[in-house]
């Protein structure tokens, strides 16, 4: 009986690490397929451009990863937006005058307010949901259009008391001083292995900016990423920090150079492969 017992515990725990290696193994051909990417590169602004690549096999299968890349030596700054209601987020960057811009933190549907940490100053906005404390494991700090990148969680959020700049929640933290963080005991694995249209900010070495979005939910162009592959993605491009922002509907990456409505990327919500399936924000992350 004990034997019995001892073989269906260690069935139990292959299972269970098959599921976990199955998420994390990024294979040599995907660090191959990105640095060889053919990126079709257009500048935005001095010291900004839009970056774009298709892959017909990465991460298991087809992907549309577009990026825009601030230089490290650049005079632009960044800059964060969070409405009190729900808009579209083209719209929002071109009223505020932004270059280019990426959607912002999670957010509450039906109120149309974000739901995670965000503070002006002495001001706190919004406070993180319970619901939400799960994956909202770092933040960014802007302070004079420079932008920061950290690690966060309830007793940080409780005890958080820089009275300069502007932070604003997200999560998970992809990647912290080098280092791709672990994902495979956080509750809510279903959030963190499964793909889907991603979007994340990441600061290089020598102070590049990277905003990407992964779309997906478009099988034939783009299968989306799961957390595991956007933080090796975002390493893979030097970034020695990283965050995840809000993902799904919401993925979209906008440059004011750009066609139409700006959005570079597909955004998922109309089920086409365009760049007309924008769904509204409340928060954005603007370049300057």
């Keep these: 009986m004990k034997s019995i017992i001892y073989t269906k515990r260690l069935i139990t725990l292959m299972l269970s690490l098959t599921v976990v290696f199955s998420t994390q193994a990024q294979s040599s051909s995907d660090s191959i397929a990105i640095h060889h990417a053919s990126w079709t590169t257009r500048a935005i602004s001095q010291g900004v451009t839009h970056q774009q690549a298709r892959f017909d096999h990465l991460f298991g299968g087809a992907q549309n990863i577009n990026m825009i890349v ?3 030596k650049s005079d632009k700054k960044i800059e964060v937006y969070v409405g009190n209601q729900r808009a579209y ?5 071109r009223k505020e005058g932004a270059l280019a811009a990426i959607n912002g933190t999670y ?38 259009g420079k932008m920061k990148i950290f690690s966060w969680n309830e007793n940080t959020e409780k005890n958080y008391r820089k009275r300069k700049g502007t932070v604003l929640a997200s999560g998970p933290l992809l990647i912290e001083k080098g280092r791709i963080c ?12 499964t793909k889907h249209p991603r979007s994340a900010v990441g600061i290089t070495k020598d102070k590049k900016i990277y905003l990407v979005t992964v779309d997906g939910r478009q ?21 020695v920090y990283a965050l995840n922002l809000d993902g799904g509907g919401s993925v979209t990456l906008w440059a004011a150079t750009a066609p139409d409505n700006g959005v570079v990327n597909s955004p998922s919500s109309n089920g086409k492969f365009d760049n007309q ?4 924000n409340v928060s954005v992350l603007m370049i300057r």
Excluded: W
């Excluded at 919004?126 to 960014?140: F, L």
């Excluded at 672990?182 to 292995?193: A, E, K, L």
């Excluded at 099988?219 to 970034?239: D, F, R």
């Excluded at 399936?277 to 509204?280: F, L």
């Design 219 to 239: 099988p034939q162009h783009a299968i989306g990423a799961n957390i595991y592959e956007l933080a090796y993605l975002l390493k893979q491009l030097g970034c």
């Design 182 to 193: 672990s994902f495979s005991q956080q509750p809510g694995q279903g959030f963190y292995t």
């Design 70 to 72: 601030m230089d490290g």
């Design 89 to 93: 987020m083209s719209d929002i960057a």
């Design 107 to 144: 957010y509450d549907v039906g109120k149309g307010e974000t739901n995670c940490y965000y503070r002006k100053d002495r001001d706190v906005i919004h406070t993180t949901a319970q619901a939400e404390t799960y994956r909202v494991t770092g933040a960014i700090r802007v302070k004079k």
């Design 277 to 280: 399936g924008e769904r509204t």
